[in-house]
């Protein structure tokens, strides 16, 4: 049984471009093997966000659901960033 797939795919000329250049430069062996670092990258990409979802976004939303008179308003997130914005500024200057 084989391992592999084989695909045709269609890329926009600027993308072409691109995997051609990563295999003239020798970066890569194959067009294939440049289309498959982008997919292992994607993955590794979606897998943070996963992560990043479940072990930060969820307990800061259910925290904020347990305690809501911990949130703060537009203005005070505003008024926040703003004194950062200055303590900042005022350490270049």
Sequence with gaps: MRSTQQFSITLPNEMADV???KVAAGEYATESEVIRDGLRTLLARDRAVEAWLREQVVPAAQALKDAPE?????????EHLAAKRRSRASKTE
Excluded: C, F, M, N
């Design 70 to 78: 911990r949130a703060l308003s537009a203005d005070q997130v505003l």
């Design 19 to 21: 995997v051609k250049a």
